[in-house]
């Protein structure tokens, strides 16, 4: 199993190579850039407190989000690349192992304001194409992947803030009918946290590459 990831990995590494390198010639300030522009905040549930006698739980929560696509990967790879003096070839694997995790990840950070300060085990996460009030979205429900910690190229480029919890989530591109979560008309992305019976919400726009 291992040889036979390696090879996975090495195959993906030349792929890469044949592809568009320009990112391991940017510098410090355009990594950082692309990499803190998939970097948005939100809140889970109200301004007010609601829960009356029931204090155990916050009455909402911070919610920050990174959305990991490929432009964010490749600046967090060079970004590690600059400060640790990697050479080309460590860089573009970096890449390689962030990019075979699966579809697309967010890296989803959670603080609760009060309470216990635990955060509730049956919170969930969709990924859906921004759409106008009242009209259905065609979402997908991301998978919590707490071994993804360990990809280096999967942790952004902002400094972490340690009153946030971190998830990495994982999130299908396609359906169960094999339609393409984002059509050619969609422009935002749109991720939906559930903790509790509160929801938040954070967007982003979604890069050409995403668009089907």
């Given at each position: ?125 969709f990924l859906q194409p921004a759409t106008p009030k009242g009209v259905d979205a065609r979402l997908v429900r991301g ?10 190229a999967l942790a952004g480029v902002l400094r972490r803030n340690y009153d ?49």
């Amino acid at each position: 199993m291992k040889l036979a990831a390696v090879a996975a990995l090495a195959g993906v590494v030349t792929f890469a190579q044949g592809a568009d390198e320009s990112w391991l010639r940017w510098d410090s300030a355009r990594a950082q850039a692309i990499g803190k522009a998939a970097y948005v905040q939100g809140r889970v549930g109200g301004i007010f407190d609601t829960r009356l006698l029931k204090t155990e739980r916050s009455y909402n929560y911070k919610l920050a989000a990174t959305w990991l696509n490929g432009d964010v990967i490749r600046a967090a790879a060079r970004t590690l690349q600059l400060t640790q003096r990697l050479s080309d070839d460590d860089a573009r694997t970096l890449v390689a192992e962030a990019s075979g995790v699966g579809d697309t990840v967010v890296m989803i950070e959670i603080d609760p304001r009060e309470g216990s300060g635990v955060i509730p085990a049956d919170w969930a996460a969709f990924l859906q194409p921004a759409t106008p009030k009242g009209v259905d979205a065609r979402l997908v429900r991301g998978t919590n992947r707490p071994e993804l910690r360990e990809v280096k190229a999967l942790a952004g480029v902002l400094r972490r803030n340690y009153d946030y919890d971190r998830f990495w989530v994982v999130f299908p591109l396609r359906h169960e009918d094999g339609k393409p979560l984002f059509a050619g008309g969609d422009t935002e992305a749109e991720l939906v946290v559930r903790i509790a019976d509160r929801e938040g919400r954070v967007r982003w726009p979604i890069p050409l590459s995403l668009r089907r």
